[in-house]
């Protein structure tokens, strides 16, 4: 994992060097960029989701977390409900492009590859109006949670898949005919993002979107985002800083974009 110091001195960079929506030159980029990244506005269902991220992070409840993805060889442990919330939950300004993404895609089948404790997932259910998200998640106290907090605000697209993503990912592909939007957000290692990429590439079609979270977390993350945006299907990528995106239009020229958000 990379430094808190390094990784502040690498947001600096990027916020003094990422451009604008004004900068591109490519039309459905730009479309992309208007309608999402820069169409910030606030939601009734925010509001109900930021209810629930607060009340998890008032709980001294001890949720049992076990040893999965990146941190495999560590022991099985419990940790209070809010520090896990704080440690695993995408903030409200990412959680919220997420919804704004699934809006603009409207994807029939959506993949989540790590639920935790369902703040994003909610999100994201909440910007697909005419489909699933199907939500993978491999710690069994987590994804209870993440059920409990869906059905709490009446959320029934999606369908929570506990068990290991090695396991599940695989299957859950066999069974759709296509993906329109995959968020990765699970292991972060380099071996099984690429993995998880490759398993899903058979799947995407010209308007697939992949969302991969973290990709400076760590130079494994980091290796594995400069693998992706570069592999022969990516035609266009955009970069976040925390939030990489990258598209399979084949009538775009290919290029990678560095935004600021």
């Known amino acids: 994992m990379v430094s808190k110091f390094q990784l502040g001195l690498n947001y600096l960079y990027y916020f003094f060097t990422a451009s604008t929506k004004y900068d591109l030159h490519s039309p459905s980029i730009f479309d992309f960029t208007v309608n999402t990244i820069d169409a910030r506005k606030q939601k009734p269902a925010y509001h109900a989701i930021e209810l629930i991220r607060s009340q998890m992070l008032k709980s001294n409840a ?49 993949i989540e590859i790590g639920s935790s404790v369902g703040i994003s997932t909610l999100y994201q259910s909440v910007g697909i109006k005419n489909g699933f998200l199907i939500s993978l998640e ?34 859950v592909i066999r069974q759709l005919s296509h993906i329109d939007y995959v968020f990765f957000d699970g292991n972060h290692s380099l071996e099984a993002t690429l993995q998880y990429f490759e398993w899903c590439l058979p799947k995407v079609h010209d308007n697939t979107i992949f969302i991969f979270d973290d990709i400076r977390w760590s130079d494994e993350m980091n290796l594995a985002w400069q693998k992706i945006k570069n ?31």
């Open 62 to 110: 001890l949720i049992e977390v076990l040893p999965l993805g990146a941190k495999l060889n560590q022991a099985i442990q419990k940790i209070e409900l809010k520090k896990l919330t704080k440690n695993t939950s995408k903030s409200s300004k990412y959680a919220e492009l997420l919804e704004r993404i699934c809006a603009y895609v409207k994807p029939t089948y959506a």
């Open 138 to 171: 491999g710690n069994p106290k987590s994804i209870e949670i993440a059920k409990f907090n869906a059905e709490k605000i009446g959320l029934q697209n999606i369908q929570f898949i506990e068990g290991l993503f090695e396991d599940t990912l695989p299957k």
């Open 231 to 261: 592999h022969p299907q990516i035609t266009a990528s955009i970069d976040l800083f925390f939030l990489g995106i990258v598209f399979f239009r084949p009538n775009q020229a290919k290029e990678h974009f560095t935004l600021r958000y």
